[in-house]
C-alpha cells in the first residue's frame, strides 16, 4: 500500500523549534519529489516546500524561507521539515505529500502544529 | 508569481451537474490536478493532467483544460459530494493552489 505517515507535530512556544517527519512506503521514494503543504483551521491549502530526489534543489513559500529547512533521507524513506523561529501564523495542519505534475498524488493524514504561548 | 482562482461556492441540485472552475493566466499550457477534501481530513485527487481520475474515483468526476480555465465537473451530484475542492499546478518548481471552493449540494 502506497502510504505517507507524518509525525513530530505538537505546541510550541513562539520563536521555538520543531522537526515534522514523514516516511514513505509503497513506492520508490527516490524517483520523486516531495512537497510539504500546510493548512490553517479553516482555510485554504498552502504549499510550503519542495525538495527534488537527490535533495540538492530545494523550494519554499516566501513566508517560510530562512526559517524552515525540507530535507530528505533516501535511504529511509525519509522527509523531514525543520521549523525554527515558529510564529504564531505557523499554527497549521501540515501535510507531506508526494506531488507530481502529470501523475496520482499522495497525502499523508497530516500532523497538526500550533505555536502558541 | 502565479495565481488560480476559484469561486468560493457552487451550488448544485441533488443529481444535476456541478461545475468548479479555476483560472490562471494561460492554464491550458499547465498540468491541473483537482482535490476534494471532507472536514478533518487529508485532500484527497479526484482528477489529474487535466482530466485523468485516479483509481477508485467515480466516471461521475471528469476534467477539462482550455485557454485561462481549467473545470471540475461532478454529474449526477450526490449529496456525499458536498464538501471543498481545490485545484493546483506547478509553476516552475513551486506548488500553487486555488483558494478553493465549497460545493453545496441542494
Known amino acids: 500500500e502506497v502510504q505517507l505517515v507524518e509525525s513530530g507535530g505538537g505546541l510550541v512556544q513562539p520563536g521555538g523549534s520543531l522537526r515534522l517527519s514523514c516516511v514513505a512506503s509503497?513506492?520508490?521514494?527516490?524517483?520523486?519529489?516531495m512537497t510539504w503543504v500546510r493548512q490553517v483551521p479553516g482555510k485554504g491549502l498552502e504549499w510550503v516546500a519542495n525538495?527534488?530526489?537527490?535533495?540538492?534543489?530545494?523550494y519554499y513559500v516566501d513566508s517560510v524561507k530562512g526559517r524552515f529547512t525540507i530535507s530528505r533521507d533516501n535511504a529511509k524513506n525519509s522527509l523531514y521539515l525543520h521549523m525554527s523561529n515558529l510564529r504564531g501564523d505557523d499554527t497549521a495542519v501540515y501535510y507531506c505529500?508526494?506531488?507530481?505534475?502529470?501523475?496520482?498524488?499522495?497525502w499523508g493524514q497530516g500532523t497538526t502544529v500550533t505555536v502558541s504561548s | 508569481s502565479y495565481e488560480l482562482t476559484q469561486p468560493p461556492s457552487v451550488s448544485v441540485a441533488l443529481g444535476q451537474t456541478a461545475r468548479i472552475t479555476c483560472w490562471g493566466n494561460?492554464?491550458?499550457?499547465?498540468?491541473v490536478q483537482w482535490y476534494q477534501q471532507r472536514p478533518g481530513q487529508a485532500p484527497v485527487q479526484v482528477i489529474y493532467?487535466?482530466?485523468n481520475r485516479p483509481s477508485g474515483i467515480p466516471e461521475r468526476f471528469s476534467g477539462s483544460n482550455s485557454g485561462n480555465t481549467a473545470t471540475l465537473t461532478i454529474s449526477r451530484a450526490q449529496a456525499g459530494d458536498e464538501t471543498d475542492y481545490y485545484c493546483?499546478?506547478?509553476?516552475?518548481?513551486?506548488?500553487?493552489f486555488g483558494g478553493g471552493t465549497k460545493l453545496t449540494v441542494l
Open positions: 505529500a508526494r506531488m507530481p505534475p502529470a501523475a496520482v498524488a499522495v
Open positions: 509503497g513506492f520508490t521514494f527516490t524517483r520523486y519529489w
Open positions: 525538495i527534488k530526489q537527490d535533495g540538492y534543489e530545494r
Open positions: 494561460n492554464i491550458g499550457s499547465k498540468s
Open positions: 493532467k487535466d482530466s
Open positions: 493546483q499546478v506547478w509553476d516552475s518548481s513551486s506548488v500553487v
